[in-house]
């Protein structure tokens, strides 16, 4: 039986917080030590803001998470990994992260932003599985230190938006293998999938070819395709699944969501799509042809597969 105590978030492993104190978000490295996979290089990341004030980041090296907790009063123990989209070639961190976060908080659910690396050959020595590294990591800091940040090991699930949800279902159904150091033997496999139109395979015709390009590359090898079609990759020890995806998205084809789907019911995997008509892709927390947030149903789904407390 777990129990949540008072307890203390580090920044940086050199500054500590009290966790009911910690209101505002805060960031941590990812890594303590070496970034595994990685080449020594000068840091380029670039932040900026687009039109509506989106900010976006681009050529990640450094990889990190940014820590949202719920009040204590609020707080039901569950905590959800958030991997913002961008086509493996930049990061939407603000409508698809921290605003997705605070959201989550407002439901009592602790939440973490993940800042992971983009595939680049100049800064890993294999850059197709520096982001499922990323995502891996980041599950086994979140429960590792769970009992301090008043989490409950069995609720840790992990979130993706387009591209970022193509990680997500990596990490999904890749977590047999530790692509990372773990030497506590950690699981990493997240207790639930959270995939907002999400790239799922890179198979024709349903690829998105600008993602594929730039984790695999342009001429991916058929070992590659299928190793990264995470639809090809569902058992029934698959986490219990929520998707969203808009019908005329004309940029990931909702094929997309219904091939996980489908192939997730064939080994009795609990999956739940919601699917608008309109709203294209990339709409974030609001989908402004439709006055129901899938947020709320979202958080519903949660109550009702028990990961809410």
């Given at each position: 039986?777990w129990?949540?105590k008072?307890?203390?978030?580090f920044?940086?492993?050199?500054?500590?917080?009290?966790?009911?104190?910690?209101?505002?978000?805060?960031?941590?490295?990812?890594?303590?030590?070496?970034?595994?996979?990685?080449?020594?290089?000068?840091d380029?990341e670039?932040?900026?803001?687009?039109?509506?004030?989106?900010?976006?980041?681009s050529?990640?090296?450094?990889?990190?998470?940014?820590?949202?907790?719920?009040?204590?009063?609020?707080?039901?123990?569950?905590?959800?990994?958030?991997?913002?989209?961008?086509?493996?070639t930049n990061?939407?961190?603000?409508y698809?992260?921290?605003?997705?976060?605070?959201?989550?908080?407002?439901s009592?659910?602790?939440?973490?932003?993940?800042?992971?690396?983009i595939?680049?050959?100049?800064?890993?020595?294999?850059?197709?599985?520096?982001?499922?590294q990323?995502?891996?990591?980041?599950i086994q800091?979140?429960?590792?230190h769970?009992?301090?940040?008043?989490i409950n090991p069995?609720?840790?699930?992990i979130?993706?938006?387009?591209?970022?949800?193509?990680?997500a279902a990596?990490?999904?159904?890749?977590?047999?293998?530790?692509?990372?150091?773990n030497?506590?033997?950690i699981?990493?496999r997240?207790?639930?999938?959270i995939?907002?139109?999400?790239?799922?395979s890179?198979r024709?015709?349903?690829?998105?070819?600008?993602s594929?390009?730039?984790l695999?590359?342009?001429?991916?090898?058929?070992?590659?395709?299928?190793?990264?079609?995470?639809?090809?990759?569902?058992t029934?020890?698959?986490?219990?699944?929520?998707?969203?995806h808009?019908?005329?998205?004309?940029?990931?084809?909702?094929?997309?969501?219904?091939?996980?789907?489908?192939?997730?019911?064939?080994?009795?995997?609990?999956?739940?799509?919601?699917?608008?008509?309109k709203g294209?892709?990339?709409?974030g927390?609001?989908?402004?042809?439709?006055?129901?947030p899938?947020?709320d149903?979202?958080?519903?789904?949660?109550?009702?597969?028990?990961?809410?407390?």
């Amino acid at each position: 039986m777990w129990k949540k105590k008072p307890v203390y978030a580090f920044c940086c492993l050199l500054t500590t917080f009290s966790f009911y104190s910690l209101m505002a978000q805060s960031v941590i490295p990812l890594y303590t030590g070496e970034i595994p996979n990685s080449r020594q290089t000068p840091d380029r990341e670039n932040s900026r803001y687009e039109q509506d004030s989106i900010l976006i980041v681009s050529k990640v090296s450094r990889p990190s998470l940014t820590l949202f907790f719920p009040p204590q009063k609020k707080a039901t123990g569950a905590a959800v990994i958030i991997c913002p989209g961008g086509g493996y070639t930049n990061l939407a961190m603000g409508y698809e992260g921290t605003d997705v976060a605070r959201r989550f908080n407002e439901s009592g659910i602790a939440a973490f932003v993940l800042k992971y690396r983009i595939p680049d050959t100049s800064t890993m020595i294999h850059k197709q599985i520096g982001p499922l590294q990323d995502a891996q990591r980041a599950i086994q800091v979140v429960r590792s230190h769970s009992r301090e940040w008043g989490i409950n090991p069995a609720r840790i699930g992990i979130m993706g938006f387009s591209a970022g949800g193509h990680l997500a279902a990596t990490a999904g159904t890749h977590f047999q293998k530790d692509y990372i150091p773990n030497p506590k033997h950690i699981s990493l496999r997240p207790d639930f999938l959270i995939l907002i139109y999400p790239v799922i395979s890179f198979r024709e015709p349903i690829a998105h070819m600008g993602s594929a390009n730039n984790l695999v590359g342009p001429d991916p090898s058929p070992e590659n395709i299928m190793e990264f079609s995470n639809e090809e990759h569902i058992t029934d020890q698959t986490p219990p699944s929520f998707l969203v995806h808009a019908k005329d998205d004309n940029v990931v084809p909702y094929a997309n969501s219904e091939w996980f789907a489908k192939a997730c019911t064939i080994h009795h995997v609990p999956v739940e799509v919601y699917y608008y008509e309109k709203g294209g892709h990339g709409f974030g927390m609001t989908n402004k042809t439709n006055p129901q947030p899938w947020m709320d149903i979202c958080i519903g789904w949660l109550g009702k597969e028990h990961f809410l407390r």
